[in-house]
């Protein structure tokens, strides 16, 4: 999806995925966190999960404007470097 140029089908199949991977991996999370649930070190892996899958949603479908980071870009490089 970050290298290609998927086509609009493709990219509603990737958010409609992700959405639901993200739903799930929640549900799940909050099975693993009741105190009586026998593995804790799930609970760690699922976090990670969720991190990630949250990170990926941020990336493709909740990006910052481009003329947002062309003013911290030259905020943060005031020659142009």
């Excluded at 990219?11 to 799930?24: F, I, N, P, S, V």
């Excluded at 549900?27 to 026998?38: C, G, N, T, Y």
């Excluded at 070190?41 to 980071?69: D, G, I, T």
Aim: hydrophobic share 35%.
């Amino acid at each position: 999806m970050v290298r290609a140029s998927p086509s609009s089908q493709e990219t509603e199949d990737h958010r409609q995925g992700l959405k639901w991977l993200l739903r799930l991996t929640r549900l799940i999370h909050s099975v693993a966190s009741d105190p009586e649930f026998p593995d804790k070190s799930l609970l760690a892996q699922l976090e990670a999960q969720m991190c990630q899958l949250e990170e990926s949603w941020e990336l493709f479908y909740n990006r910052m404007p481009e003329s947002e980071a062309e003013k911290i870009l030259s905020q943060a490089f005031p020659d142009g470097r």
